[in-house]
């Protein structure tokens, strides 16, 4: 894969997780309630967060012209915990539905598995 097609695939997962966050949202909402679409919301936000960190994290190792600082390595490692955190500290006293929260988390993952199927159909042409 070229690095031009790289980054199309990864405009590509960008807007999959905007539009699988939008209708998780939406339907989340209209199915159980605001608190159901505020969790989604919130799980979405800390799943697009990860993949950014993931990306930035990705692009500093891949500069091959100086070593990765210590730093990039910390926050690699450290990520999960200020997020976990910070999930723990916003539901601890509030109503937003933990079971959303967690389905919004897999919205990244479900726009990486769409990608997936969209570079096996077009693999075959």
């Known amino acids: 894969?070229?690095?031009?097609?790289a980054r199309l695939a990864l405009q590509r997962i960008?807007?999959?997780?905007f539009a699988i966050g939008a209708g998780g949202?939406?339907?989340g909402a209209a199915w159980r309630g605001w608190s159901w679409g505020l969790g989604f919301?919130?799980?979405w936000g800390?799943?697009?967060?990860s993949f950014r960190w993931l990306k930035q994290i990705v692009e500093a190792l891949g500069q091959s012209d100086r070593p990765p600082r210590n730093r990039v390595a910390v926050l690699a490692g450290l990520r999960y915990l200020l997020m976990?955190?910070?999930a723990y500290v916003i539901l601890l006293g509030s109503q937003i539905s933990l079971t959303a929260v967690l389905a919004g988390l897999f919205v990244a993952a479900a726009a990486?598995?769409?990608e997936i199927?969209?570079?096996l159909v077009y693999a075959r042409n």
Do not use: D, P, R
Request: proline share 0%.
């Open 14 to 17: 960008a807007k999959a997780m």
């Open 41 to 43: 919301a919130a799980g």
């Open 117 to 119: 199927f969209i570079q």
């Open 84 to 86: 976990g955190g910070g």
């Open 112 to 114: 990486v598995v769409v």
């Open 25 to 27: 949202v939406i339907l």
């Open 1 to 5: 894969m070229t690095e031009a097609e």
């Open 46 to 49: 800390l799943s697009w967060l």
